[in-house]
């Protein structure tokens, strides 16, 4: 089977290879990708400017945004049958941790993710632990459904911002994981979306606005604390979520954000600075977190099965396994909004 992985443990090793199909062993399935999704965390891995839990394993298959079609049962598994269309969800916990059993796999010091601890949905064919697959309902497409694991990471935004009906929003960074943001809180009844980027960001702000943007703010041009000021009649945002991947945009979530209002960093860069004190006087909440739990991966399905999320608007380029070296870069010079491979 074709397969794109990271070949060596020297930044960039990328490689499109033939490789043996798996086996399912007991309580397994093989599942054969029809979509897979183009993570900004499968470029980091690629280039070793990831830093996980346990050590990426050499030779990777890379991936871990992908649905398809179900081709083969191992031993004991009767909850699917081959040809079920399923989506998988990455991350299991070792189930028997202190907070596996709480129900919070994502914390747990010894998980397993597709495509970072083991292999993943870059290639024909994946073998997965059944419980790590999910039907996918009639109405959400391959495509789609490949990008159930980001939209679930929106929904544990949702989660923990709590967002009210009239609330006001910004977002920091127009990428794909912001897009998403914007349509989950405009679904959730925000009065107000604003999308806050750079320069380069401008095809990105294109997308966001025929998809709900109520704003769109490039910080080089226009100073955001005080645009965002006259949007909220002086009052500043209720919810701030970060995905501009940026230190510097840590500060100005404070600066941006009301009195009692709510903070989501998804910025993975180890040290930013932050003032204390304007977080105390204006009563905020701050919330980090990493991947998600099943049921946030459920939600997420769920919504992409109702009319109130489509996600295909953000896929603005398609590619096949052989051409992944155009794909990376693409995903690299971040132009488009959401990658995708097809097999
Ligand atoms: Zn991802
Ligand atoms: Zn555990």
Redesign the pocket.
């Known amino acids: 089977m074709k397969a794109i992985i990271k070949a060596t443990d020297q930044a960039g090793s990328l490689q499109v290879t033939d490789m043996p199909a798996p086996q399912p062993g007991p309580g397994e399935v093989l599942v054969q990708i029809k979509a897979t ?1 183009l ?4 470029v980091t891995i690629l280039n070793n400017k990831y830093v996980g839990r346990k050590p990426v394993p050499i030779p990777l298959i890379l991936g ?2 992908g649905a398809g079609l179900i081709s083969e049962l191992g031993r004991g598994v009767n909850a699917h049958s081959a040809g079920d269309r399923v989506v998988i969800e990455p991350l299991a916990g070792c189930g028997h941790c202190n907070q596996c059993l709480k129900g919070f796999k994502n914390m747990c010091q010894d998980w397993e993710h597709v495509g970072i601890t083991r292999h993943g949905t870059f290639s024909e064919y994946i073998v997965v632990p059944v419980a790590q697959v999910h039907r996918i309902p009639d109405n959400v497409t391959f495509e789609e459904a490949a990008l159930t ?2 939209f679930g990471l929106v929904v544990r935004s949702l989660e923990q911002s709590k967002p009210m009906a009239g609330e006001t929003v910004a977002i920091l960074g127009p990428g794909s994981l912001g897009i998403m943001h914007l349509l989950a809180y405009k679904a959730s009844g925000a009065s107000k979306v604003i999308m806050v980027g750079l320069g380069k960001d401008r095809k990105r702000f294109d997308i966001a606005r025929t998809l709900g943007a109520d704003h769109t703010i490039n910080i080089e041009e226009k100073d955001p604390v005080k645009a965002i000021l006259d949007i909220t009649d002086g009052e500043g945002v209720d919810i701030v979520v970060e995905t501009a991947n940026s230190p510097k945009a840590t500060q100005l979530t404070f600066d941006l954000v009301a009195p009692r209002g709510r903070i989501v960093l998804f910025g993975l860069y180890p040290k930013a600075e932050f003032s204390p004190v304007a977080m105390l006087r204006k009563g905020l909440s701050v919330y980090g977190d990493v991947a998600q739990v099943t049921r946030q991966f459920l939600y997420a399905l769920k919504l992409l099965a109702s009319d109130k999320i489509n996600l295909l608007s953000l896929i603005t380029r398609r590619f096949s396994f052989d051409e992944a070296p155009e794909a990376f870069e693409v995903a690299r010079q971040g132009d488009m909004v959401k990658v995708i491979f097809k097999s």
């Open positions: 999704g993570c900004y965390s499968d871990h945004e694991e980001p």
